[in-house]
């Protein structure tokens, strides 16, 4: 799967404007995240691997057994997390349907909120590195 980019992106990290190939598949992307926020890409791919299977489109199979009435969820529905990084709708409601089946925000978003110590927002996140906070 290769995804047309801009040349041009401007970093969520530093502000900065920094280059791309015209194309970037998944895994790149990854390595380019993980190289601008300062975590290691075999995690990234393994929390991917582990949500989505590198499914850019797929939905949670989740059903919620409870009601949350915090953020709306009703007992009995499906969750509304989507794309790669299986970005939660309910409890994100600034991000957007596109956003979250987009690889390139997907994965930038998952790679900034593990460069904060928040990997754990991630069902997939290895239990001992929910403790850690990752060096910058």
Known sequence: LLLP???LATSTATGTLIELPKQLTPKEIVQVKAVEYGVPAPLLEKIITCESQWQ?????RHIYPRDIPKVGIKKGTRERSFGISQLNLDWNPNITYEQAID????IDFMAKKVSE???SMWSCFPKPMKQIKPSN
Request: glycine letters at 14%.
């Open 5 to 7: 980019l801009v040349f």
């Open 56 to 60: 850019t489109t797929v939905q949670s």
């Open 103 to 106: 690889p390139l925000f997907a």
């Open 117 to 119: 110590g928040r990997g």
